[in-house]
């Protein structure tokens, strides 16, 4: 099984600020990742797929790139309504996510 | 607009059996392979099992493997997962998603599994 290595767990911003989560493979992934926000409560949301491709409805201060084992996923310019937990899942293989990202406000 | 509506959730004893519905909408069902993933609370997300379009391809996590049984009925848009010999580390709100991108998601039904 591929695990799925996502870091940082946790990340205190400001808004404005550009911050970035990185997930690393366990083996090369051939660009099969994609990410999610996931608000309280709420379902997770596919925000971007194969590593880069924004999901209709997903703002362009998302961001996504990487290759073989390596990926991160970054927002420029935070905003409130960007405070959430952050999954990456990669999809090459049997799925596995990584371990979250709960994004919160400095 | 897709919609995925999962039911069938609850309070179940240590050893028993649940099967959780996934009700889906506005898209060929038939066309799309389907997963059911969940999330025991405070935690993160974990894939538990995948079914392809026609049924013919299935697998499972090593954690559910043997006592959990995805499937599907294209006649009724409709995903199941049958769940035997629960244990208290089953429970999570189970979600139903859509292909293998899981680009859709349903809202989430509650297990919770405790004598």
């Known amino acids: 099984d591929i695990q799925m290595t996502q870091s940082p767990p946790s990340l205190s911003a400001s808004l404005g600020d550009k911050v970035t989560i990185t997930c690393q493979a366990s083996?090369?992934?051939?660009?099969?990742i994609a990410w999610y926000q996931q608000k309280p409560g709420k379902a997770p949301r596919q925000l971007i797929r194969?590593?880069?491709t924004l999901v209709s409805g997903t703002p362009s201060r998302f961001s996504g790139s990487g290759s073989g084992r390596d990926y991160s996923f970054s927002i420029s310019n935070v905003e409130s309504e960007d405070i959430a937990s952050y999954y990456c899942?990669?999809?090459?293989?049997?799925?596995?996510f990584g371990g979250g990202t709960k994004l919160e406000l400095k | 607009e897709v919609q995925l509506v999962e039911s069938g959730g609850g309070l179940v004893q240590p050893g028993r059996s649940l099967k959780l519905s996934c009700l889906a909408s506005?898209?060929?069902?038939?066309?799309?392979?389907m997963n059911w993933i969940r999330q025991a609370p405070g935690k993160g997300l974990e894939w538990v099992a995948s079914?392809?379009?026609?049924?013919?391809?299935?697998y499972y996590a090593d954690t559910v493997k043997g006592r959990f049984t995805i499937s599907r009925d294209n006649a009724k848009n409709t995903l199941y997962l049958q769940m035997t010999s629960l244990r208290s580390e089953d429970t999570a709100l189970y979600y139903c998603?859509?292909?293998?991108?899981?680009?859709?998601w349903g809202q989430g039904a509650s297990v919770t599994v405790s004598s």
């Open positions: 998603a859509r292909h293998g991108t899981m680009d859709a």
């Open positions: 506005g898209f060929t069902f038939s066309n799309y392979g």
């Open positions: 079914i392809s379009s026609s049924s013919s391809y299935i």
């Open positions: 083996q090369n992934i051939n660009k099969y």
């Open positions: 194969y590593t880069s």
């Open positions: 899942l990669q999809y090459d293989n049997l799925p596995t």
